[in-house]
């Protein structure tokens, strides 16, 4: 199992920026995709920022030039940068690490989602 540690959200205004930080304990070498994802009031939860563990990102185009992903070198930490925030950008934000383990000498493989507990980001005009 893995497990995934949020922190950074907050309270700023328009224009100011933000960095969050997930930290995954457990089977973190299994990690081999980690992110972000967001769910607003009243919608549904949706991706924000992925990077692999080839250091491969991805990119809402609602933040593509603003937000910025990042991995430490040993796939147990990664964060989001994130500059320009707007009002639109207030949710909750959630860590994300999708992971793979091969079970037996034939190479099945298990894959599993894991996701932090949530940090609210809030940004006002």
């Known amino acids: 199992q893995v497990q995934l540690v949020e922190s950074g959200g907050g309270l700023v205004r328009q224009g100011e920026s933000l960095r969050l930080s997930c930290v995954a304990s457990g089977r973190r070498l299994s990690i081999n995709t980690m992110g972000w994802f967001r769910q607003a009031p009243g919608e549904e939860r949706e991706l924000v920022a992925t990077?692999?563990?080839?250091?491969?990102?991805k990119y809402a185009n609602s933040v593509k030039g603003r937000f910025t992903i990042s991995r430490d070198s040993g796939r147990n930490t990664w964060h989001l940068q994130m500059n320009s925030l707007n009002p639109e950008d207030t949710a909750v934000y959630y860590c994300?690490?999708?992971?793979?383990?091969?079970?037996?000498?034939?190479?099945?493989?298990?894959?599993?989602?894991?996701w932090g507990q949530g940090t609210q980001v809030t940004v006002y005009s």
């Open positions: 990077i692999t563990s080839g250091g491969a990102t």
């Open positions: 994300y690490a999708h992971s793979e383990i091969v079970v037996n000498v034939e190479g099945a493989r298990h894959e599993f989602d894991s």
